[in-house]
């Protein structure tokens, strides 16, 4: 995965680094191509490659930025057009199950690996590291993060008024199996952490497979009261509501005795430490009375944040479950589509790893939820795999600032889109409206438009010429669009605003 710049690179050269002779069939597995590029030359670049479905599948970056990395997936590269400027593959992969990290070693980031007999990470999962979707502005989970810690922040506040909870949403995914298993009390030879569930980087290192990696960690650093948030690994089965990465949120709350009893006048009636026989309800060292109030506040707590999001009527239950870091535990299911999908797993922290995290006085609780399955219930997302989609059907229907709205996401077309921009000197007598724009585009477009975007608004110092851009997105919705076929509205548009409206194109 080292990003190898290779400038001018043509498509036989491209097939020829693949092993492939001149003019030979290549092989029917999918290749995935990241090319470097500026977002300024994306509609170059992309009218420029054309795959054998004669589009771009799939592209991402961080929007925000200059420049990104875009994806292209095909099988065989055609050049449609001469190009302008060379291209410049950053890394260039099979995407097969057997793609295997190169030569003994695992690159993430700065570090390298050594591959051992435990190494299982493919360079598919890995391209997911750094994705950051909770981060992302105006991604779906990242509303519901905000959501998420906004809950938090007012439901439990110091005496003085301030949060308590402090967020850490920027920890690496790369943990030892000590952080992963071992500080959670998880025995040596449980199934989880079995080879066959985990991304193993080598036996010393793994993807983390869920954010309570963190846990033991940042209670002996002395949190009490903390969200982590991230992405998590797992060797899943993919269907609607699975995906070998996915995103958690952890919630910890330790509280003192005198926080948890509040100021009652005896202090001495009340414990929160017991000898007692461990059994379904508590843990041996605990006082029933103590863990009671835990639950409750625990499932307060999720309860209420569920009903935040989610509404008062929504369908929720309680089951009891099982984790080697909490007892008792459970897990609250919601009411989807008739079916009953687990939101998160929750407890009364094992007292062991408060101890061994140097946690004396206090008990607490922990739960862990899952950001996507949260999200497709709260905005009827039917698929946990468009999360990952770089598609503006999808990504545009979240763009708005207010974190807290509530929308029900429509769906798209599944046919993959083509993109045009357009850009054209507007009349000097000032009887330009983009309205009228659209509804041209709409009238010669008609349902293979998908939406159309003012991109850029420039006026010339010089010439006093104002120029706008847009981005017109082409998509059918039961079949795939062709360039060529797409070209020719364009062209049609690019004529017909000329003729009609004025304007000069670019
Ligand atoms: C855990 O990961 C525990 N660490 C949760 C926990 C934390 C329990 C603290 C107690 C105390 P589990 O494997 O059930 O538990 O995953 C937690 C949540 O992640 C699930 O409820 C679900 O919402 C989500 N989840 C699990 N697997 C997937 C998957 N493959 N794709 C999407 N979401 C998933
Ligand atoms: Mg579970």
């Given at each position: 995965?080292t990003?190898?710049?290779?400038?001018?690179?043509?498509?036989?050269?491209?097939?020829?680094r693949?092993?492939?002779a001149?003019?030979?069939?290549?092989?029917?597995?999918?290749?995935?191509?990241?090319?470097?590029?500026?977002?300024?030359?994306e509609?170059?670049?992309?009218?420029?490659?054309?795959?054998?479905?004669n589009?771009?599948?799939s592209?991402?970056?961080?929007?925000?930025?200059?420049?990104?990395i875009?994806?292209?997936?095909?099988?065989?590269?055609?050049?449609?057009?001469p190009?302008?400027?060379p291209?410049?593959?950053?890394?260039?992969?099979?995407n097969?199950?057997?793609?295997?990290v190169s030569?003994?070693?695992?690159?993430?980031?700065?570090?390298t690996?050594e591959?051992d007999?435990m190494?299982?990470?493919?360079?598919?999962i890995?391209?997911?590291?750094?994705?950051n979707?909770?981060?992302?502005?105006?991604?779906?989970?990242?509303?519901?993060?905000q959501?998420?810690?906004?809950?938090?922040?007012?439901?439990?506040?110091?005496?003085?008024?301030n949060?308590?909870?402090?967020?850490?949403?920027?920890?690496q995914?790369?943990?030892?199996?000590?952080?992963?298993?071992?500080?959670?009390?998880?025995?040596?030879?449980?199934?989880?952490?079995?080879?066959?569930?985990?991304?193993?980087?080598n036996?010393?290192f793994?993807?983390?497979?869920?954010?309570?990696?963190?846990?033991?960690?940042?209670?002996?650093?002395?949190?009490?009261?903390?969200?982590?948030?991230?992405?998590?690994y797992?060797?899943?089965?993919?269907?609607?509501?699975?995906y070998?990465?996915?995103?958690?949120?952890?919630?910890?709350r330790?509280?003192?005795k005198?926080?948890?009893?509040?100021?009652?006048?005896?202090?001495?009636?009340?414990?929160?430490?017991?000898?007692?026989?461990?059994?379904?309800?508590?843990?041996?060292?605990?006082?029933?009375?103590?863990?009671?109030?835990?639950?409750?506040?625990?499932?307060?707590?999720?309860?209420?944040?569920?009903?935040?999001?989610?509404?008062?009527?929504?369908?929720?239950?309680?089951?009891?479950?099982y984790?080697?870091?909490?007892?008792?535990s459970?897990?609250?299911?919601v009411?989807?589509n008739?079916d009953?999908?687990?939101?998160l797993?929750?407890?009364?922290?094992?007292?062991?790893?408060?101890?061994?995290?140097g946690?004396?006085?206090?008990?607490?609780?922990a739960?862990?939820?899952?950001?996507?399955r949260?999200?497709?219930?709260l905005y009827?997302?039917?698929?946990?795999?468009?999360?990952?989609s770089?598609?503006?059907?999808?990504?545009?229907?979240f763009?708005?600032?207010?974190?807290?709205?509530?929308?029900?996401?429509?769906?798209v077309?599944?046919?993959?889109?083509?993109?045009?921009?357009?850009?054209?000197?507007?009349?000097?007598?000032?009887?330009?409206?983009?309205?009228?724009?659209?509804?041209?585009?709409?009238?010669?477009?008609?349902?293979?438009?998908?939406?159309?975007?003012?991109i850029d608004?420039f006026?010339?110092?010089?010439?006093?010429?104002?120029?706008?851009?847009?981005r017109?997105?082409?998509?059918?919705?039961?079949?795939?669009?062709?360039?060529e076929?797409?070209?020719?509205?364009?062209?049609?548009i690019?004529?017909?605003?000329?003729?009609?409206?004025?304007?000069?194109?670019?």
């Amino acid at each position: 995965m080292t990003p190898g710049h290779v400038s001018g690179t043509s498509p036989t050269e491209f097939e020829r680094r693949r092993g492939l002779a001149e003019g030979a069939e290549p092989a029917r597995d999918i290749l995935e191509i990241y090319l470097s590029i500026s977002w300024e030359n994306e509609p170059e670049y992309g009218n420029c490659f054309k795959s054998e479905r004669n589009t771009w599948l799939s592209q991402y970056a961080d929007s925000t930025s200059e420049a990104g990395i875009m994806v292209l997936h095909c099988s065989r590269l055609l050049l449609s057009k001469p190009l302008q400027r060379p291209w410049f593959p950053a890394f260039i992969r099979l995407n097969s199950t057997t793609a295997q990290v190169s030569s003994g070693k695992v690159q993430i980031g700065e570090r390298t690996y050594e591959a051992d007999e435990m190494t299982n990470v493919t360079p598919k999962i890995l391209s997911h590291l750094g994705r950051n979707l909770h981060l992302q502005k105006y991604h779906p989970l990242n509303h519901i993060s905000q959501r998420i810690s906004k809950f938090m922040y007012s439901r439990y506040l110091s005496p003085r008024g301030n949060p308590l909870f402090s967020i850490h949403d920027r920890l690496q995914p790369v943990v030892t199996p000590h952080q992963n298993f071992d500080s959670l009390l998880i025995p040596k030879d449980h199934v989880s952490r079995k080879k066959s569930d985990n991304y193993y980087i080598n036996k010393d290192f793994l993807l983390r497979a869920h954010t309570s990696a963190h846990q033991s960690e940042l209670i002996s650093m002395g949190f009490d009261n903390f969200l982590v948030m991230g992405d998590v690994y797992r060797r899943d089965e993919i269907d609607a509501s699975h995906y070998p990465v996915f995103h958690q949120v952890e919630g910890v709350r330790l509280t003192t005795k005198s926080e948890l009893f509040g100021s009652h006048q005896n202090m001495d009636d009340f414990q929160l430490f017991e000898n007692t026989e461990r059994s379904e309800t508590q843990q041996g060292v605990h006082n029933l009375e103590a863990v009671k109030l835990l639950e409750a506040d625990l499932k307060g707590c999720l309860e209420g944040l569920a009903m935040t999001l989610f509404g008062k009527d929504a369908e929720m239950r309680w089951v009891d479950a099982y984790f080697p870091f909490t007892h008792p535990s459970w897990e609250l299911e919601v009411k989807l589509n008739d079916d009953w999908v687990e939101l998160l797993g929750c407890g009364v922290i094992e007292q062991e790893i408060l101890v061994n995290a140097g946690v004396i006085d206090k008990v607490g609780w922990a739960f862990g939820l899952g950001l996507e399955r949260w999200a497709m219930k709260l905005y009827g997302i039917p698929d946990i795999r468009l999360f990952w989609s770089s598609d503006s059907g999808f990504l545009s229907q979240f763009k708005f600032e207010d974190s807290s709205k509530n929308i029900r996401y429509k769906n798209v077309s599944q046919y993959p889109q083509c993109v045009n921009d357009i850009s054209f000197w507007l009349p000097g007598d000032g009887a330009y409206e983009p309205s009228d724009f659209y509804d041209l585009v709409r009238n010669i477009g008609g349902s293979t438009v998908e939406q159309v975007t003012l991109i850029d608004n420039f006026t010339h110092p010089k010439k006093k010429m104002t120029s706008h851009c847009y981005r017109i997105v082409y998509r059918h919705m039961e079949r795939t669009l062709t360039q060529e076929e797409v070209n020719v509205i364009h062209k049609e548009i690019e004529k017909t605003a000329a003729e009609s409206l004025n304007v000069v194109i670019r």
